[in-house]
């Protein structure tokens, strides 16, 4: 069964450093999503990808986040200068097509990001 | 703008007991409902979803879910939990105006005892 894999699936940074987690989704998918969840806390939105381009952000998706599809099949979340309160889990997801019979998301593992 | 409410952060059941776990929702039109559960350590994974018809869902595992429009909720429920249903459960709606972006819930843990 396809799904959605990430790497690293735990990364320590220092302060200040730039980081970048990739994500490949599922083949045939058009939508992809970065979500994060601090630790103890909910998953938020934080952006979505369609068509090459940014299609929604959230206000916690700053200058600091940057997302690309650089070929056919990854799709990376970088983060220029990484804070402390960067840590969390982030997870993308991605999503087959338009039509409400294909609105599902199928998540990721997760990558773990620790800033020190 | 849409959002999701769990009011209870915490469950612990007996294995063999029943489960029902609480989400109510806030948007405007039609929401599109999922429930996700994330075992320890691990990624989210779909139980079911509703989008439209039939307002009794079936999932994965043996859960259902139910959409009540009239009190803006979309329970989940299992008959009978395992010790294996041990994990935090997410709800979460999404919208085809904002291409499906999901707002989850704070999530409720479900602990299993024997």
């Known amino acids: 069964e396809p799904e959605v894999t990430q790497t690293p699936s735990h990364q320590v940074t220092q302060m200040g450093q730039e980081v970048i987690l990739r994500c490949v989704p599922i083949s045939n998918h058009l939508y992809f999503y970065w979500y994060r969840q601090i630790l103890g806390q909910k998953v938020e939105f934080l952006v979505s990808?369609?068509?090459?381009?940014?299609?929604?952000k959230s206000e916690i998706f700053d200058d600091q986040f940057s997302v690309e599809r650089p070929d056919g099949s990854n799709f990376t979340l970088k983060i220029r200068s990484t804070k402390l309160e960067d840590s969390a889990m982030y997870f993308c997801?991605?999503?087959?097509?338009?039509?409400?019979?294909?609105?599902?998301?199928?998540f990721g593992p997760g990558t773990r990001l620790t800033v020190l | 703008a849409q959002s999701v409410t769990q009011p209870d952060i915490h469950i612990t059941v007996s294995e063999g007991a029943s489960l029902e776990l609480r989400c109510n929702y806030s948007y405007g039109a039609t929401p599109y409902l999922f429930w996700y559960v994330q075992s320890p350590g691990q990624g989210l994974q779909l139980l079911l979803k509703?989008?439209?018809?039939?307002?009794l869902v079936q999932g994965i595992k043996g859960f259902e879910a139910e959409f009540k429009r009239s009190q803006s909720s979309f329970n989940l429920r299992k008959p009978s939990v395992h010790w294996s249903d041990a994990a935090e459960y997410f709800c979460a709606v999404g919208a085809q105006s904002n291409d499906y972006k999901l707002s989850f819930g704070a999530g409720t843990t479900v602990t299993v005892r024997a």
């Open positions: 509703y989008f439209s018809g039939d307002t």
């Open positions: 990808f369609y068509n090459n381009e940014i299609s929604e």
């Open positions: 997801a991605s999503r087959a097509g338009a039509r409400v019979s294909t609105n599902e998301q199928f």
